[in-house]
């Protein structure tokens, strides 16, 4: 599938001090000052709107960031040395991206939150509360025990039914097998034989096919077309429908997720009628007899004729003390071996079929 980016939105962290909820790309706790720590997991915010700012785009494009070996300081991962030790960060440690964080839902409405210092009924999108100043503390909010959420699918217990339909084919399988190794000879003796030969006569003229168009001879006719679907693919393409997942929110790395969706393309393409001249079945000779000499029907054909597929069956009766049995070849020469009253051993399987003819002495 191709994966399709619709934008970026900021994460958020809980502070492990006073349980604040931060926005992704503060460094320090907007309540207490505690910095923030090198094993923060960046969460779902309530709010998901698209970052709309050009610089905090970058900053969301710019990777994964990188905590200071020596002070811990979170730092872009484009920098070099440390915003406020200055030590060198080829040192440090990079932070973990990539994981999916939830499913994007988009601008919604935030419920009224009230404040645990004063009681006082704030805003949904309000970080502190406007009478007191305190920040919000989201209630839950365990950066031990949180884990980013996850898009589940739910699978179907369907192993049942293809269970109990493999078993039903091995059975039927071991059957078989066992039929075909099971076998018995018995004497016979030829008591007829009848063969047939055919050969089809093909004549060239106009023929009606239909194909997708780019596959349509230059030379051919067209007649009608419709538009139907061909294949599917990653990549977009003309005449194609766009089929895309539930989109979904990636962790940077650096306090900002990418909001992206798996799509594919629906190929439609013409599929059409077309008659050209081309060599086609137009009747079939059949020869047909009861002797040992076969022969190939005779043809009279027209200019715009010629001769096409041949075809051989040889048929071969034999009676035998526990009934009559048939053997098939396509082999001309072996069918020629099976002369009337000749003794021979045939080998029969559990199912009544001759598998294998001997000539007896």
């Known amino acids: 599938m191709a994966k399709k980016i619709l934008g970026y939105t900021q994460l958020r962290w809980t502070c ?3 349980q604040t909820s931060n926005p992704g790309n503060e460094q320090v706790c907007i309540a207490c000052g505690a910095p923030q720590p090198a094993d923060v997991v960046f969460q779902k915010p309530e709010q998901q709107e698209m970052l709309s700012d050009e610089k905090a785009i970058a900053r969301a494009k710019a990777g994964a960031d990188i905590h200071c070996g020596f002070c811990g ?3 872009p991962a484009n920098a070099s ?6 030590s060198d960060l080829t040192l440090g ?3 973990t991206e990539g994981g999916v964080v939830g499913a994007y839902d988009g601008v919604k409405e935030v419920a009224n939150w009230q404040c645990k210092n004063c009681g006082h009924e704030n805003a949904g999108l309000h970080t502190h509360c406007v009478a007191c100043g305190a920040p919000r503390v989201i209630q839950g909010n365990d950066p031990k025990t949180h884990q980013p959420e996850t898009v589940q699918v739910k699978r179907k217990r369907g ?3 293809p269970a109990i339909f493999a078993g039903l084919f091995l059975v039927a399988i071991i059957f078989v097998i066992m039929g075909l190794s099971r076998k018995e000879d018995l004497t016979g003796f030829v008591s007829g034989t009848a063969w047939q030969r055919s050969i089809a006569v093909e004549s060239f003229g106009p ?3 239909q194909d997708w168009r780019e596959e349509i001879p230059s030379a051919a006719n067209l007649g009608t077309c419709e538009y139907r679907f061909q294949k599917e693919q990653n990549q977009p393409a003309p005449q194609s429908t766009e089929v895309c997942g539930t989109p979904y929110m990636v962790d940077l790395g650096n306090g900002n997720a990418e909001i992206a969706q798996d799509c594919t393309y629906r190929v439609y393409a013409e599929f059409c009628q077309y008659t050209v001249n081309d060599w086609q079945v137009s009747d079939e000779l059949v020869q047909k007899g009861a002797n040992l000499n076969p022969i190939w029907p005779s043809a009279q054909l027209t200019e ?8 051989e069956a040889y048929t071969i009766q034999f009676k035998t003390s526990d009934g009559e049995y048939e053997y098939k070849t396509g082999d001309s020469t072996e069918f020629s071996r099976f002369i009337p009253g000749s003794k ?3 080998t029969i399987n559990s199912f009544g079929k001759v598998i294998g003819v001997a000539q007896s002495n």
């Open 159 to 161: 192993w049942l039914l």
């Open 73 to 75: 300081t979170r730092n």
């Open 344 to 346: 021979w051993i045939l």
């Open 304 to 311: 715009n004729q010629r001769l096409g597929q041949q075809s």
């Open 207 to 209: 023929v009606s096919k």
């Open 16 to 18: 492990p001090n006073c």
């Open 81 to 86: 040395v440390c915003s406020r030790c200055g």
């Open 93 to 95: 440690t990079q932070r």
